[in-house]
């Protein structure tokens, strides 16, 4: 179990290392990005209001229709080792998120409270597709950053993506925050990745619809040491 843990930190050094060598990246202009919609390189969609929504170097992100509230009473705390692929069947995964997750749709018309102190998963209410070459790194507008509405992490889309982005509220305020469906509450902006570094790979979160809560403990079998962990 050492040894394996010793090689697995090891590759996971040189592997940073190569990776931090190769990291290059330009910033592209809306006007840029906009181009690569028009050649279909690039979607994002549906884009509302081009007037209001695109800036100088980002675009507004409004928000969708479906929340994931975290069910505070319904866990003691989060443990990576319960979320190891061990087999079990997609059922029994599926109720475990539902036990820690609540899911909420609300329309147009009707608001959602994010309350001091909660973490909530929203959707924004765009697809976003990109191609190979160009990641996204999503951030929260200044003005709900005021109110103390925050994205808990800033968020980075991958190259090749394709799906809705999630959001991981927090209200950092001492009172509620009222969101509604179609607000704009964060912006994307857009970076040409060189050496074409972009990802193969399909990621976890490719292809969603709506939030979902993800495997923490994916791949980081050797350095856990809880009860599902390999020995």
Not at 51 to 77: F, M, N, T, W, Y
Not at 119 to 144: F, H, M
Not at 219 to 229: I, N, T, V
Request: glycine fraction near 6%; aromatic fraction near 8%; proline fraction near 5%.
């Amino acid at each position: 179990m050492l040894c394996q843990r010793g090689i697995l930190q090891q590759r996971a050094v040189e592997v940073w290392a190569d990776y931090s060598e190769k990291k290059q990246s330009v910033s592209t202009s809306s006007r840029a990005v906009l181009k690569l919609i028009r050649d279909g390189r690039l979607y994002l969609s549906p884009i509302l209001d081009q007037k209001e929504q695109i800036g100088p170097v980002s675009i507004d992100l409004r928000l969708g229709h479906v929340a994931l509230l975290v069910r505070a009473a319904s866990l003691s705390h989060v443990d990576p080792s319960n979320y190891i692929e061990n087999g079990s069947d997609e059922q029994n995964k599926e109720k475990d998120r539902r036990q820690k997750f609540a899911r909420s749709e609300f329309t147009f018309e009707e608001k959602l409270l994010i309350h001091p102190g909660s973490l909530t998963l929203v959707p924004t209410l765009e697809w976003l597709k990109l191609p190979r070459n160009v990641k996204g790194v999503v951030t929260a507008r200044s003005s709900w950053a005021r109110e103390g509405l925050n994205i808990a992490t800033a968020n980075f889309i991958n190259p090749g993506y394709n799906g809705i982005i999630t959001l991981e509220l927090a209200n950092f305020g001492h009172i509620p925050i009222a969101l509604y469906p179609g607000v704009r509450i964060a912006q994307i902006s857009f970076y040409e990745v060189a050496d074409s570094i972009a990802l193969p790979h399909k990621g976890q979160f490719d292809m969603s619809f709506e939030p979902r809560a993800g495997e923490i403990g994916r791949h980081d079998e050797a350095f856990l040491q809880g009860k599902d962990a390999n020995s």
